[in-house]
């Protein structure tokens, strides 16, 4: 009777079990069915609504206050900027249609006239004066730096403005054409406050206006319905309906949204997983050389790097292609200077240094440090690419008798290392300026607000002063390349590689244009089905 | 009964105030300046210093703690610096998340653990035995993450039958909002499975070996109503308090599923504010966490006494 009853409670469990198993199935199936498409496309360009995953959260979205890249991404696409960058890193007109130096310190602008703000506010003389006095009335911003050749700006009538400054500074239009340049509206960022860090409702007069943002989870932009700009045939642009940036850390999510389409444009993809977006058909991948350049920062003043010779012998013996080839699996460019292929002052002959190990040692022997010299390498941890390429230097330069002992840190930590001068040598780059002056005056001037090297070279102080002086190009490209040669001379930077600019989108998105600084526009961007 | 629980809960205090002063430490010891990292790697040093005395940031560390303590008892845990919102508005954005997907992923671990280790514990050294424990090893071992981003890539990327992440409200779109939910369920739920299967096979296997059980049968009844009715309802109180327990592990394994997942939760907000060193949100989760731990245990405590009428929570 007992064997009985298991048995039965053995059938009883079994069915309990496969009802179980069936109501799973079942409810999967049904929430796969109704899968829900996230974007959506009209036949003509108009319409669409796109995701765009971003490596990292927006902080604010207002540009007296930004830092960060990623909230240019979404700025750009909200606010107008004086002047801007077209494809060839060169200055454009935005919200400026012409411009005109009457001395080397008077610059003048010939503002458009059928543009209003989101909010209905017109945009003239009097905007552009109020935006450019919030900077200079907020030395604390990090716009203040980027525009403090700036004495005033003052209205000449409702369409031009002129800007007085204290000496010539040719790099001025160029920090223009990013956040010194956004043009907001005066009503909404005096109605807004200090709010406006989270909410830009109708402050932009961008393609595309504020809507939502859940910290961590989505910033919803939505089109501007008024805006100025048309497309080449004359139509209302953008073609887009909504933008949702999304921001998602994990790489390796990143793409698995993109592969499934979940996102449409991704920011930038690891470079383990390029190789599969190129030989996916339903993505796009391109990319081209970015202003931004990689590399190790040597500490002038403490031994014994400041030591010329030890610093060119690490020189040469670091295998810059090596590196780009095997641990950036190609996604960079072989760097030399602190001017990339993309900079209009890039010289493509300038190769100072080649990777050679007796050269290497031949240099350490002049430094008196035939036996070997050793140094501690900081890097921020977190970053599995940052520790590889740490490595390989390690492997590399050990040959050429160099020790580098590496040591991990956070990113702040290591940031606030470098900034008090408390390190030997650090891995560390820069996002790169459109113009040659951003790449170079701050990092390797004497007291350059990035200069934690600790470099002083007279000449090149002069050099760059020089190149901001005049607004003569060829001159100013002459400066540079020979301040960059002295530099490379002192060697207080190890250039390893160019940062490259990528396109990773989906193959719906369409007139997507690869900016040298690497900022995603949408005005001109539409999805087709 | 009632003097029992008003002592759990006077208790709660100190044990809270211990959390949080090692919470505040702990986070203090991080290196890094949190108005840096709002400020951005190229502020100048007197930006941050400035952002910092605006903040409170340059006051001593026992000053802070006590100024923290001090809001934080009437009922305000501070303005989180890197969202500009205040701690307690943040963390109610979030809950609604979290609790979705802690309680999804409790009932389906449960859904699965109870038929699972009845069956185990009827049948002991069975092949279905064998693989049930080959599938609970095999949960408890395996990482969240790993988990997870296996699911993401099969389901997900290769079968195209679950979006890899992403959260809709239920109140938005129900069906889009259960899709978003199976595979983090999952993820969250799989070693909360192991753990609770585990545990009723057995408590089941000791419970079947009780006098009363063979009682019950020689009355006459089914072996079904001897296992579910009898046995299973003594079997499970062991299993509470597993569950009360899991309610920490749940907390903290969803820090790790929604930010795979991308799910605007209170773990992601928490990963997000301890990446950038934003101390009132750090500090605000783990209270409120710590306050829901000890409330759990206690409803666990309480259902116990429910559960068996010769338990008394207090002395008489």
Not at chain 1, 231 to 247: E, R
Not at chain 2, 241 to 252: E, N
Not at chain 2, 269 to 294: C, E, H, N, R, W
């Amino acid at each position: 009777m007992v064997y009985h009853s298991i048995s039965r409670l053995a059938r009883t469990q079994k069915v309990f079990i496969s009802l179980v198993i069936i109501s799973i199935t079942l409810v999967a199936t049904l929430a796969a069915c109704g899968g829900a498409s996230t974007t959506s496309s009209t036949s003509s360009k108009y319409g669409g609504n796109i995701k765009v995953g971003l490596d990292a959260d927006v902080t604010t979205l207002d540009p007296l206050k930004s830092s960060s890249l990623y909230d240019r991404q979404v700025m750009l696409n909200i606010y107008d900027t004086l002047v801007r960058l077209d494809a060839n890193n060169s200055i454009v007109p935005d919200l400026a249609t012409s411009w005109v130096y009457n001395s080397p310190t008077q610059l003048v602008f010939t503002l458009r006239t059928d543009v209003k703000f989101q909010d209905g506010t017109p945009f003239n003389a009097a905007a552009v004066v109020f935006n450019i006095n919030r900077i200079l009335n907020t030395p604390t911003s990090p716009r203040y730096s980027e525009i403090s050749s700036v004495k005033s700006a003052v209205p000449i009538d409702s369409s031009h403005v002129q800007f007085n400054l204290k000496r010539p500074f040719s790099p001025l239009l160029a920090a223009l054409t990013d956040r010194a340049g956004m043009m907001l509206s005066p009503t909404a960022v005096q109605k807004l406050g200090s709010n406006l860090t989270n909410d830009a409702t109708g402050a932009g007069s961008g393609p595309f206006m504020f809507k939502d943002w859940v910290k961590g989870a989505h910033l919803d932009v939505v089109k501007n319905p008024h805006y100025w700009q048309k497309d080449a045939q004359g139509n209302a642009l953008p073609y887009l309906q909504s933008i949702q940036y999304v921001p998602i850390t994990n790489g390796s999510v990143m793409y698995s949204n993109l592969e499934t389409g979940t996102i449409q444009v991704a920011d930038d993809l690891n470079p383990t997983d390029v190789p599969s977006a190129k030989a996916n058909s339903s993505l796009v991948y391109k990319q081209e050389p970015g202003l931004s350049f990689f590399g190790i920062m040597l500490n002038t003043k403490v031994a014994p790097l400041n030591n010329v010779y030890i610093r060119q012998a690490i020189e040469w013996g670091v295998n810059r292609s090596e590196i780009v080839n095997t641990v950036l699996k190609g996604i960079g460019v072989v760097a030399q200077g602190p001017l990339s292929p993309a900079s209009w002052a890039y010289s493509s002959s300038f190769a100072p240094y080649s990777y050679n190990i007796s050269k290497a040692k031949a240099a350490l022997a002049q430094g008196g440090k035939a036996s070997g010299v050793s140094f501690t390498l900081l890097i921020a941890s977190g970053s599995p690419l940052n520790t590889e390429e740490a490595q390989f230097l390690q492997s590399e330069l050990q040959p050429a008798g160099i020790t580098v002992n590496i040591k991990q840190e956070t990113f702040t930590a290591l940031l606030t290392d470098t900034s008090a001068f408390n390190y030997q040598a650090a891995l560390l780059g820069w996002s790169g300026r459109p113009d040659p002056d951003g790449n170079m005056y701050s990092w390797f001037h004497t007291g350059g607000g990035f200069n934690d090297m600790q470099y002083s070279n007279p000449q090149v102080d002069s050099l760059l002063e020089a190149a901001r002086s005049t607004s003569v190009q060829a001159t100013r490209i002459s400066d540079y390349q020979q301040a960059e040669q002295l530099i490379l001379q002192d060697a207080p930077y190890v250039f390893l590689n160019y940062g490259v600019n990528e396109q990773a989108t989906t193959t719906s998105i369409k007139n997507f244009t690869l900016l040298p600084t690497g900022m995603m526009e949408f005005a001109s961007v539409y999805l087709s089905s | 009964m009632l003097r029992y629980i008003l002592r759990r809960i006077l208790f709660m205090l100190p044990v809270a105030l211990l959390v949080s002063f090692l919470t505040f430490m702990m986070v203090h010891l991080i290196p890094g300046d949190p108005a840096r990292i709002l400020l951005g790697e190229y502020a100048t040093p007197q930006t941050v210093a400035a952002l910092d005395q605006q903040l409170g940031l340059n006051k001593p560390l026992p000053v802070q703690f006590g100024l923290w303590l001090w809001q934080a008892v009437q009922g305000n845990l501070g303005q989180s610096i890197q969202l500009g919102q205040p701690v307690l508005q943040a963390i109610q954005q979030r809950l609604p998340v979290t609790a979705e997907l802690g309680v999804a992923a409790l009932l389906y671990s449960l859904i699965l653990a109870i038929p699972l280790g009845v069956y185990s514990a009827t049948h002991r050294n069975s092949l279905g035995d064998w693989l049930a424990n080959v599938f609970s090893l095999f949960s408890t071992a395996i990482p969240n993450f790993v988990l997870g981003l296996a699911l993401i890539f099969f389901f997900a990327v290769d079968l195209r039958i679950f979006p890899p992440g992403g959260y809709v409200p239920f109140n938005q779109d129900a069906l889009a909002n259960i899709q978003d939910l199976i595979l983090p369920m999952i993820t969250l739920g799989t070693a909360v499975v192991a753990v609770n299967m585990r545990q009723i096979r057995a408590s089941m296997i000791e419970a079947l070996g009780q006098d009363y059980v063979q009682t019950a049968r020689a009355k006459g009844l089914s072996e079904r109503r001897v296992s579910y009715v009898h046995a299973l309802k003594n079997a499970m109180l062991p299993v509470l308090t597993i569950i009360g327990l899991q309610v920490g592990s749940i907390l903290a394994g969803a820090f790790i599923v929604e930010t795979i997942f991308l799910w605007p939760g209170i773990g992601q907000l928490t990963i997000m504010s301890i990446l950038s060193k934003d101390y009132p949100v750090v500090q605000g989760v783990v209270l409120l966490s710590a306050f829901s731990y000890m409330a759990a245990n206690l409803l666990i405590d309480i259902l116990y006494a429910a559960f068996d009428p010769r338990i008394r929570l207090d002395n008489s």
